[in-house]
């Protein structure tokens, strides 16, 4: 089993997290549930009692043309897709040149900008299910059409990792759209964070709420809900996974009790203290 040792301070798009042995997944039959996996770190808070975290290695990161499909490794950073759409003249992914991840990541938090998400071209992915076998139907084989999956704004029912996905393939790599893209980031802070905070509730903007309840610009240490787009957590000077989570959960309480609506995380949190759902430290309906 290998490991390398990542140092998520400058690994995580946010820059918080300390040096940690990350064991590299290299086939689906050393799949350990016990393990947490990891795409590139940015939609992902590491805090300092992290689970055990597990990464892919570099055989799954490659992107390829066959039968008519579009194959990808679930390790392939979003940059490689769009370049490689660009250069085959691909419609349908232009959305991912503005979307940093991996193919693994942008699949299990089904990411996306506006109506443009992975899962519109989909059709299926290949998941490592050789060693879970318990909770699988026997014969289950690991591929899941997209109709098999539960999926939605920002979420999918996929519990295990995911080593590589099928899409449709178009011709007609539009332009036009990659500068559409481009346009709807300028509203949002050139800082380390980890995309959204918070989902948007349903009919409503997360970052509206937090900057109704004050805390618009507010700074703890050295994290700080941007001044720029509220739903933004933003590290702006050093900032520390205890000021996140801080910042985190004053935003879930105010807008709690101002507005009866509770902030679910976009962002991920892998500290053991705050993963378990029915936690009191971040559920308010569970009482302490
Ligand atoms: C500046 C910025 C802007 C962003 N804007 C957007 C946006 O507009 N829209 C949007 O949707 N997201 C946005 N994000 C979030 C991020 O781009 C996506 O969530 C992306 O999918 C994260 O991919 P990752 O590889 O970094 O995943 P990670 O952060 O490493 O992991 C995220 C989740 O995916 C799971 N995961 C990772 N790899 C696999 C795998 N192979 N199999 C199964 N599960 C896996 C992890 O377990 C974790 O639960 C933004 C992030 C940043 C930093």
Redesign the pocket.
């Given at each position: 089993m290998n490991s390398k040792l990542i140092d998520f301070s400058r690994f995580s798009?946010?820059k918080i997290g300390g040096s940690l042995d990350v064991f590299i997944l290299e086939e689906a039959s050393e799949y350990d549930k016990d393990y947490?996996?990891?795409?590139?770190?940015?939609?992902?808070l590491i805090g300092t009692q992290p689970p055990p975290l597990m990464i892919?290695s570099k055989k799954y990161d490659y992107i390829k043309i066959e039968e008519n499909l579009l194959k990808i490794g679930?390790?392939t950073p979003?940059g490689k897709i769009a370049s490689f759409c660009k250069k085959h003249d691909i419609a349908n992914f232009e959305f991912v040149s503005?979307?940093?991840?991996?193919?693994?990541?942008?699949?299990?938090?089904?990411?996306?900008?506006k109506e443009y998400e992975i899962f519109n071209n989909l059709i299926s992915v290949s998941?490592c299910v050789a060693s879970c076998s318990e909770e699988m139907p026997l014969g289950f084989d690991g591929v899941k059409k997209r109709e098999e999956i539960n999926f939605g704004y920002?979420f999918t029912d996929?519990q295990?990792?995911?080593?590589k996905a099928t899409f449709t393939l178009s011709h007609g790599f539009d332009r036009d759209k990659v500068e559409l893209f481009k346009k709807m980031r300028l509203n949002?802070p050139n800082m380390p964070?980890?995309?959204?905070c918070f989902k948007n509730p349903v009919g409503d903007y997360a970052g509206r709420l937090i900057e109704a309840v004050g805390l618009k610009g507010y700074r703890v240490g050295g994290m700080e809900f941007s001044e720029m787009h509220a739903n933004f957590l933003v590290n702006a000077d050093n900032g520390s996974f205890d000021d996140a989570i801080f910042l985190i959960q004053e935003a879930q309480k105010r807008v709690y009790e101002q507005f009866g609506i509770w902030l679910e995380n976009e962002i991920?949190v892998l500290d053991t203290r705050y993963m378990d759902k029915s936690s009191p430290l971040i559920n308010p309906h569970v009482k302490a």
């Open positions: 798009s946010i947490y996996l990891i795409g590139a770190c940015n939609n992902t892919l679930a390790a979003s503005h979307l940093p991840g991996t193919l693994g990541g942008l699949v299990k938090m089904n990411a996306g900008l998941t920002r996929i295990t990792p995911i080593l949002q964070s980890a995309g959204s991920i």
